[in-house]
């Protein structure tokens, strides 16, 4: 089992800058990928950006430009750069980690959500 514990959510106003972290309770594995999801009030949970132990990152189309993805494996680490944020209400962000073990099963583990709110 593997906890992922976020943080750094949290009100700020439009235009302002939110760097959220997780931090997963093991080392992250090459075949690790971690990720990031935004849930809306009312509307389903989607990924925002995803990245890859070695730093290979995507993103969502709608967030480009203005979310950056960013890990240290040394820490055990995904962050998640939140620039330029628009007014319009709440989300919660969770992070995920997902790979595959040495059988061959997959694994996904969430963190349990930071809520992030933007003021106008």
């Known amino acids: 089992q593997v906890q992922l514990v976020e943080s750094g959510g949290g009100l700020v106003q439009a235009g302002g800058s939110l760097r959220l972290s997780c931090a997963a309770s093991?080392?992250?594995?090459?075949?690790?990928?971690m990720g990031w999801y935004r849930q809306a009030p009312g509307k389903q949970r989607e990924k925002v950006a995803d990245?890859?132990?070695?730093?290979?990152?995507n993103y969502a189309d709608s967030v480009k430009g203005r979310l950056t993805i960013s890990r240290d494996n040394a820490k055990n680490t995904v962050y998640l750069q939140m620039n330029s944020l628009e007014p319009g209400g709440a989300a919660v962000y969770y992070c995920?980690?997902?790979?595959?073990?040495?059988?061959?099963?997959?694994?996904?583990?969430w963190g349990e959500g930071g809520q992030e709110t933007v003021s106008s």
């Open positions: 990245i890859t132990s070695g730093g290979s990152a």
């Open positions: 995920d980690l997902d790979g595959v073990d040495y059988s061959g099963k997959c694994y996904v583990y």
């Open positions: 093991r080392s992250i594995f090459s075949n690790d990928v």
